[in-house]
């Protein structure tokens, strides 16, 4: 047994059942508001267009943002919490989460916007593979499993949630004296603060038994390649696709080579790299980030498309928008509890058979949006997803981070929350390009023109979940059937 894994089964004998599920809550409230950002912004882009007389490229950048400042930092965040322990890293992380929210509902500019949202990614950064880490540490066996369940419910309906509680929050009286869109970022201060508080209180501080030396060459050359990587795909299609949106993302492999080949130096000289390469020989759990890779492109890009089909193509408030989705949530949190009393059943099945409904779902709401079915029947598809959801984030994100060895748990969550990041932005960018080019110039026609044209854009964007949520089921049996 590994020095880390000694110590996190004594961590977990020592304290009482109380105090570690009240640790987790704490932990889980940071996890619930910095999910909750990548995807509330959809809701209030109209009103933040018109507040800050933000042009498309800014809008744009506001979006993404978050999401790139969020991949591109998380493994350095998960190093760090190894490195100087995860509690202190935690509290760090959030401390920076909820200063920067409060400056982004205070931003006077459309680039303040930007800079403050970037900053939001920072702190997420390096918060977020704490939470896994810590818990991976925390729980042992069957209380494990029910954690991970917990995480994975929290991760959903922080997602599946941000629609209601975005058109919520605008329409709330108080957002009038203060410029509406700006209560999904103030909204963030007082949970922040209770979290930083419990934190203090519950968490019991873990780290990797490891010298407290940071890579900071790795850390650099991670950070620039997948920079490299996603801003220009991000913007090449704002200024008509020049040469460096194709040229700097090939270059970044280049710089990609250079950080696994250094990564892998460091390890052979018996120095502590960023990330252990000789994570990625474990043929099984590359085959799980991956497939988790492509169902975060999904979620992250439907959400987005769909907001798109409801508030521009039907012309709905963001409040009626958002209570579309509220089926959803409700579906996903009876799939979350589903999954792991399926999986005691037929096994790893069951994380097959939330893909499968999940695909499903997209087909469906493909479907009704190109032929311009009725509301309800899309409500069904969305129903649906949040169930396939359900089931398939917390059973996912227990495989595979129980295929790695306690002392690597802070690595394995940092590669499983880097790739759910970069899927979240790489899906956005592609459904987006795909939408917006569909799309072109919707003004004139008449209302049922109009939307018919919005339901097409739709349909067609989401073809490319449904191939992301196929694959992901193929890895997924692939490395089942390996494990097994």
């Not at 990614?121 to 880490?133: D, E, K, S, T, W």
């Not at 975060?296 to 409040?319: K, N, P, R, V």
Request: charged fraction near 10%.
């Amino acid at each position: 047994m590994s020095t880390e894994s000694l110590a996190g089964s004594l961590a977990a004998a020592s304290t009482s059942p109380a105090r570690r599920w009240s640790a987790l809550a704490a932990l889980l409230t940071g996890n619930f508001v910095t999910i909750l950002d990548l995807f509330i912004v959809n809701v209030v882009i109209p009103d933040i267009r018109t507040g800050l007389h933000a042009s498309f490229a800014e809008i744009q950048l506001i979006m993404v943002g978050y999401s790139a400042a969020y991949a591109v930092f998380l493994l350095n965040g998960a190093r760090l919490g190894d490195l100087f322990g995860r509690k202190r890293m935690f509290l760090a992380g959030m401390a920076v989460f909820t200063l920067a929210s409060a400056l982004c509902g205070l931003a006077t500019s459309a680039w303040m916007l930007i800079a403050m949202r970037v900053a939001q990614g920072l702190g997420a950064a390096i918060l977020m593979p704490q939470v896994m880490a810590t818990a991976r540490v925390l729980f042992d066996g069957d209380e494990r499993r029910r954690a991970f369940g917990v995480m994975g419910a929290v991760q959903g309906a922080a997602a599946s949630l941000s629609q209601l509680a975005g058109g919520w929050l605008i329409g709330h009286p108080l957002a009038a004296d203060i410029g509406g869109w700006r209560m999904v970022f103030l909204v963030n201060v007082p949970i922040g603060i209770a979290a930083l508080l419990a934190a203090r209180v519950f968490v019991t501080e873990s780290r990797a038994p490891v010298p407290a030396r940071l890579d900071v060459h790795g850390a650099l050359a991670g950070a620039v390649a997948l920079g490299m990587l996603l801003v220009p795909i991000m913007q090449g299609r704002e200024f008509g696709w020049p040469w460096w949106s194709w040229a700097v993302p090939l270059a970044s492999l280049l710089v990609f080579r250079h950080f696994v080949r250094y990564e892998q130096t460091l390890s052979a000289a018996g120095r502590v790299p960023i990330i252990e390469i000789a994570l990625f020989a474990n043929r099984s759990f590359v085959m799980g980030v991956l497939a988790i890779f492509l169902i975060y492109t999904a979620i992250s890009s439907y959400f987005l498309a769909l907001t798109m089909l409801l508030q521009f193509g039907h012309g709905m408030s963001a409040l009626v928008a958002g209570m579309v989705f509220t089926p959803a949530a409700i579906a996903f949190f009876t799939g979350s509890l589903s999954g792991p009393r399926l999986t005691e059943r037929i096994g790893q099945r069951a994380l097959l058979l939330g893909v499968a409904i999940f695909t499903v779902g997209l087909t469906l709401s493909a479907t009704v949006a190109q032929v311009g079915g009725p509301l309800p029947l899309l409500i069904v598809a969305l129903v649906l997803n949040g169930f396939g959801q359900g089931m398939v984030l917390p059973l996912s994100l227990n495989t595979i981070l129980s295929s790695v060895q306690a002392s690597q748990a802070g690595m394995g969550a940092g590669a499983v929350t880097t790739m759910q990041a970069v899927g979240n932005a790489v899906g956005v960018t592609v459904v987006g390009v795909l939408l917006f080019s569909l799309l072109g110039h919707v003004e004139g026609g008449s209302s049922a023109e109009h939307i018919a044209r919005y339901g097409h854009a739709f349909a067609r964007a989401t073809l490319y979940n449904v191939g992301a949520t196929a694959l992901a089921f193929v890895l997924f049996w692939r490395a089942w059937r390996r494990h097994a």
